[in-house]
């Protein structure tokens, strides 16, 4: 699968009003592919900061930089892109299976991450080259 296949910019529309700015997101196919089963954020990282670092084999996730901006670079073990989130009607989809790190944190960043699943650190690949092997077993699995 191309790796543009793996991740989809979002943008939400503003139902805001003379009263300020509101944005929704909702899961279950009507804005994500999922249902939401647990929501984070990271704040208080700076540009120098990598935080993610990892793939994991199920979940699928949306950020979005609700405060400042960020960048993410994601990584299929064949092709790599970096997006910016600098827009908090901005959301990034990724699907599972995908290697993210977040880094280049402005200092007013909040990031929102909303998941398809519970916390669980069975599921998460912390090494990139194991991350790559696993990529390497299903594609074998596959051609069977």
Known sequence: MSLVEQYKLIEFADLGDERGNLVVIEGEGMDLPF??????????SDSTVIRGQHANRETEFLLVNVSGSSKVRVDNGDESAVIELNRPRMGLYLSSMLWKDMYDFSEDSVLLVLASRHYDEKEYIRDYGTYLQVLKEKEFSKSE
Do not use: A, E, L, S
């Open 35 to 44: 249902d939401i089963k647990r929501v984070f954020y990271i704040y208080g």
